[in-house]
């Protein structure tokens, strides 16, 4: 068994394969080690009971979503039902919902713009980000795609939404309760029915994102990792025109990551900032549970935001003329919060920040 297996996909080479045989021959890796390799493996293999004659059949495929396909996909030997479509969710859905509103980190909040009192006169939301794709939430192979909103990043890792509550349907379902009027505009680029919209309201919800994944992917030139620090489809814009013209404007960031603020953070109409990472099926629901102070943030930063892309200490590498480049870190354990301390960078918000929406203190 070598891992991670094909050194690319679907291409039969191994890095370990042939070449441990030939390691083992040559006697550079001794029988003894291979011994232990093959023990801790069978070792797992025995304890569960995998003998194949007892132990329970598959009920899915992971290379088809058809009820009926190849029993072994590669040689497509033996025919049958393959995916049984087993409901195995339970309610997996209020925990998914519970993770995304507690993960939620709050990093602005000014004049105590949030929670909404649910009595607004008029919402208004903007960005693609709070919507549905027009593909749908699983149109997209491995998720590789950036239309909608944002709720799970891209790669072999991923799997089918059951379905995706958007930010935009779980507002109007909530708003509709202390019956406030609802605008949207999901145009990123729509700044005429933006600006129409923005200075109607009372609030403006502004919704923007950041997306990544694994390498075998490209989207617009993000290969694997991101580019750049920005927001995607030219989000700095979007809030500027909304903040323009509403002195009510929430920011909403779907984001695998870092984003720098800088571009909209000082603008006095930008009230608040809430960073909801990639919360997933639940995301409308679990945004709309700290929208309107079901829940409290209780988010903390995991990594540290500067104010420029300077100030990490490391420069990204857009172009590369080999598959694997080699990168030395030199730097050790200096790396974010550690690398502002030790060179006396301040940050927009440091690793761990995250605010309430009130003081408690215990008896």
Not at 70 to 86: T, W
Not at 177 to 199: E, F, H, M, N
Not at 238 to 246: E, G, K, Q, R, T
């Amino acid at each position: 068994m070598t891992m991670p297996g094909d050194a690319t996909f679907g291409s039969g080479y191994s890095y370990w394969g042939g070449n441990l045989t030939l390691a083992v021959v040559n006697g550079s890796v001794p029988v003894w080690r291979l011994d232990d390799m093959v023990t801790r493996i069978m070792s797992a293999y025995f304890y569960v009971g995998q003998d194949p004659k007892t132990y329970p059949k598959t009920n899915f495929n992971s290379w088809t979503t058809d009820e009926n396909g190849y029993f072994h996909f590669s040689p497509q030997k033996g025919y049958g039902l393959v995916n049984h479509d087993v409901d195995v969710r339970a309610d997996h859905d209020k925990l998914i919902r519970e993770v995304g509103a507690k993960s939620a980190v709050l990093l602005k909040n000014d004049n105590g713009a949030l929670p909404l009192s649910g009595r607004e006169k008029q919402i208004a939301v903007f960005g693609s980000d709070a919507g549905d794709s027009p593909y749908g939430p699983n149109g997209f192979s491995d998720r590789s795609g950036d239309m909608g909103t944002l709720a799970m990043g891209w790669g072999s890792g991923t799997t089918y939404f059951p379905y995706l509550v958007t930010p935009l349907e779980a507002i109007k379902a909530r708003a509709m309760k202390g019956r406030s009027i609802v605008q949207s505009v999901t145009d990123d680029y729509a700044y005429d029915q933006i600006k129409a919209a923005a200075t109607q309201a009372s609030v403006c919800l502004t919704f923007v994102n950041a997306d990544s994944g694994e390498g075998y992917i490209s989207i617009d030139g993000n290969q694997g990792d991101r580019k750049n620090l920005t927001l995607w489809h030219d989000g700095e814009k979007l809030i500027s025109h909304v903040a323009n013209n509403c002195n009510n404007t929430i920011v909403v960031i779907h984001g695998v990551g870092v984003v720098l603020l800088e571009a909209f953070i000082e603008h006095p109409n930008v009230t608040a900032v809430l960073f909801a990472g990639l919360p997933g099926q639940e995301s409308g629901n679990a945004l709309v549970d700290v929208l309107y102070g079901d829940v409290n943030p209780s988010g903390k930063l995991p990594f540290t935001i500067a104010k420029k892309r300077s100030d990490y200490g490391v420069s990204l590498k857009n172009e590369t003329d080999v598959a694997f480049p080699q990168e030395d870190f030199k730097e050790g354990l200096f790396i974010d919060y550690r690398h502002f301390d030790k060179n006396s960078i301040k940050p927009r918000y440091e690793f761990g920040y995250g605010l309430r929406y009130g003081w408690f203190h215990s008896p």
